[in-house]
């Protein structure tokens, strides 16, 4: 009897087991900095919002599974891909050789355009402006960036000979560029809100210095994840998704690049 008993309750633990396996493997754990609305941010409840929850929920849906926003400090995203912590970064991460060679890429859903907010002074001296070319500007020598460690706002300017002052926060480097204490900070549409709100002591060079492909990323070797993500971003245009996209988020785009005739094409096109 206690033997029948025994086996009831294992096979009941295994049952369990099993459902418990199931419901885990049935959760997309997607990770991302949600400081960056209108792509990654939070509504007045800390609930996750912005175009790209929108696009890894939609993720979701076509994989047939739950999607869990993990909230992750960008320089963490890649530690806690390769940790297990999260499938998928959904983030905004620029797809560079370096980083490719610990996570692996889907093909790009956005093209981000690499502009620089400069230190006024510093840029009157220079007589910077945006009829200077980007090669002219990459030729002032004493030039002082500044980026956050890990980003293409320290890749680039590394790219052209410079060396860069890393930090860990966007409000350090803003901080910098306002100072004086560093004069250029390459970067993309986040750079327009710090500019807007300290125009008397920086300026925009709106050129576009680089164009940075956007990717989901996942652990190395996932492929049946990478290519279903790949499958996904192929579809976005035709499915209408993008369409969606655009009609829910243009205006915020809009907003944040304080550009009424920019739309979100600004980001889903290579060149515009």
């Not at 940790?83 to 905004?92: A, H, L, M, T, V």
């Not at 590394?158 to 970067?187: F, M, N, R």
């Not at 300290?198 to 709106?206: F, P």
């Amino acid at each position: 009897m206690k033997k029948i008993f025994s086996f009831i309750l294992l096979f009941i633990f295994l049952i369990i087991f099993s459902l418990g396996c199931q419901k885990k493997e049935d959760v997309l754990k997607v990770g991302m900095d949600l400081r960056f609305y209108p792509f990654s941010g939070t509504n007045k409840l800390g609930e996750p919002i912005g175009i790209e929850v929108d696009i890894a929920n939609e993720l979701g849906k076509y994989l047939d599974k739950k999607v869990e926003i993990i909230n992750t400090n960008f320089s963490m995203l890649i530690p806690a891909l390769q940790n297990g912590e999260i499938d998928i970064i959904i983030g905004s991460m620029g797809i560079t050789k370096e980083r490719e060679q610990s996570i692996d890429f889907t093909n790009p859903y956005f093209y981000e355009k690499m502009i620089a907010l400069i230190n006024k002074n510093f840029a009157t001296k220079k007589n910077i402006t945006n009829d200077m070319k980007v090669e002219e500007l990459f030729k002032i020598k004493d030039m002082k960036f500044v980026g956050i460690n890990g980003s293409m706002a320290v890749t680039i300017p590394q790219a052209y000979g410079y060396e860069v002052k890393t930090v860990t926060t966007d409000a350090v480097a803003q901080s910098e560029i306002t100072t004086g204490s560093s004069h250029i900070l390459v970067g993309t549409y986040t750079l327009y809100g710090m500019h807007n709100t300290n125009k008397d002591s920086t300026i925009i060079y709106e050129n576009s210095i680089q164009s940075s492909k956007t990717g989901m990323a996942v652990k190395t070797g996932n492929k049946y994840l990478l290519d279903k993500a790949n499958e996904f971003i192929s579809k976005m245009e035709s499915s209408g998704f993008n369409d969606r996209l655009k009609n829910d988020w243009d205006k915020a785009i809009q907003e944040k690049l304080f550009d009424d005739s920019v739309t979100l094409d600004y980001y889903l096109k290579l060149d515009n």
